[in-house]
């Protein structure tokens, strides 16, 4: 079973920023694989936010975070990253990640189970 360990959530005012990260769980190596970012808030479905291709040369981002949260990854750390910029209190959710499909300019999950996820809190 594929799962990821999300972190670096937290609580942060509006217009403040946070980095959230993806390890891959032990023995498997995501290098090959596209990885999305989802969020789910409160009494809300869960949503695509960004996601990456293998090669880095694809990104996909929700209307609602372009321009404002970045995707990355580090191959040699099996990690990927959401850097998030002036947040805002809609942003507020539990952040996910999994290995995705990318479909036009949507992330579709493919085979990863979901993992806990890391909360992000945005508020004054």
């Known amino acids: 079973q594929v799962q990821f360990v999300e972190s670096g959530g937290g609580l942060v005012q509006p217009g403040g920023s946070l980095r959230l990260s993806c390890a891959a769980s032990?023995?498997?190596?995501?290098?090959?694989?596209?990885i999305g970012w989802f969020r789910q808030a409160p009494g809300k479905e869960r949503e695509g936010v960004s996601c990456?291709?293998?090669?880095?040369?694809?990104?996909n981002y929700a209307d609602s975070v372009k321009g404002r949260f970045t995707i990355s990854r580090d191959n040699a750390k099996n990690t990927v990253y959401l850097q998030m910029n002036s947040l805002k209190p809609e942003d507020t959710a539990v952040y996910y990640c999994a290995t995705v499909f990318l479909y036009g300019s949507r992330c579709l999950r493919t085979f990863s189970s979901w993992g806990q996820g890391t909360q992000v809190t945005v508020s004054s």
């Open positions: 032990a023995g498997f190596t995501l290098e090959h694989y596209a």
């Open positions: 990456i291709s293998s090669s880095e040369d694809t990104t």
